[in-house]
Nanobody, 117 residues
Framework: QVQLVESGGGLVQAGGSLRLSCAAS????????VAWYRQSQGEQRELVAA???????DYADFVKGRFTISRDNANNMVYLQMNSLEPGDTGVYFCNAHNAMTDSDYWGQGTQVTVSS
């Protein structure tokens, strides 16, 4: 059974930092591209950062220079370091793993991030 479990969300003041973690199990993690998405209340889910299996990272314009995505294939982990947080960053953050060869796609349950002004 495939599982992606996010952690690290919480309440932080504007200008603060959080580090989100995503633990994957049930897949050969190195075969998957990984990404973080977020969904704010009343909005559609949007891409925050992506780290493909091979290639360069991709960031949404609204997080460039503030967020960093990274992965640890040996431990099946994905991270999102979030600095200089803004109230607009508030939302539920989801971890995603995608295998382009098989078109397999998995999601975590999400972790809430709330940034107060």
């Amino acid at each position: 059974q495939v599982q992606l479990v996010e952690s690290g969300g919480g309440l932080v003041q504007a200008g603060g930092s959080l580090r989100l973690s995503c633990a994957a199990s049930g897949i050969i993690f190195g075969f998957y591209g990984v990404a973080w998405y977020r969904q704010s209340q009343g909005e559609q889910r949007e891409l925050v950062a992506a780290l493909p299996r091979a290639g360069t990272t991709d960031y949404a314009d609204f997080v460039k220079g503030r967020f960093t995505i990274s992965r640890d294939n040996a431990n099946n982990m994905v991270y999102l370091q979030m600095n200089s947080l803004e109230p607009g960053d508030t939302g539920v953050y989801f971890c995603n793993a995608h295998n382009a060869m098989t078109d397999s796609d998995y999601w975590g349950q999400g972790t809430q991030v709330t940034v107060s002004s």
